[in-house]
């Protein structure tokens, strides 16, 4: 079955960077995209941005243009996701999801990245 | 600016009742608009895409709807286990975006 599988939590220092893999089996890995979506403490969800897993070409949300770079290894069938410059306000559970037959169809289990001085 | 409007925030009902949540956007968005359902420490799960078509393994008491730009989600004959967050989404724009949410208790 699809799975999309995220690397464990993280904790940084405002202004440094942090880097979650997103490892996905179970699927055609060059067929559709992938998203990643963030969910602060207690708040809704926010699109940060897309890759597409064949020619690995992104769409990023404003919000993040600059400070957001995703990636992807065809080799191992991983995404990754580098988010830059870190605030407080950036701690948040960090999700991808699988853009498939259905927008977001598949999730990955959630990395809780806090930042923290 | 494109904004999604997810109502109500809170939608107490009872088991067995009909919970109706709506989702209205500024600006034509055809059919691209899909739900999903959540759970406290989980990721968010597919219920319906394309306005109305239930994901796979979906009960048949979840059923999408639109009419023009707004979109509801009805869930007939709560149960127990459906008691959840429930979020809208848009892909017709980017950047994509999300309703703020129904908490449905």
């Known amino acids: 079955q699809v799975r999309l599988v995220q690397s464990g939590p993280d904790v940084r220092r405002p202004g440094a960077s942090v880097n979650v893999s997103c490892k996905t089996s179970?699927?055609?890995?060059?067929?559709?995209?992938i998203s990643w979506v963030r969910q602060a403490p207690g708040q809704g969800l926010e699109w940060m941005g897309w890759i597409h897993v064949t020619n690995g070409a992104t769409v990023y949300a404003p919000k993040f243009q600059g400070r957001l770079t995703l990636t992807r290894e065809t080799s191992t069938t991983t995404v990754f996701m580098e988010l830059k410059s870190l605030r407080v306000d950036d701690s948040a559970v960090y999700y991808c999801?699988?853009?498939?037959?259905?927008?977001?169809?598949?999730w990955g289990q959630g990395t809780l990245v806090s930042v923290s001085s | 600016e494109f904004v999604l409007t997810q109502s109500p925030a809170t939608l107490s009902v009872s088991p067995g009742e009909t919970a109706t949540l709506s989702c209205k956007a500024s600006e034509s968005i055809g059919n691209n608009l899909v739900w999903y359902q959540q759970k406290p420490g989980q990721p968010p799960r597919l219920l319906v895409s394309g306005g109305s078509a239930r994901a796979a393994g979906i009960p048949a008491r979840f059923s999408g709807s639109r009419s023009g730009r707004e979109f509801t989600l009805t869930i007939s004959g709560l149960q127990s286990e459906d008691f959840a967050m429930y979020f809208c989404h848009q892909h017709n724009f980017s950047p994509r975006s999300f309703g703020q949410g129904t908490k449905v208790e």
């Open positions: 999801a699988r853009d498939g037959d259905s927008p977001l169809d598949h």
């Open positions: 179970g699927y055609s890995f060059t067929s559709g995209g």
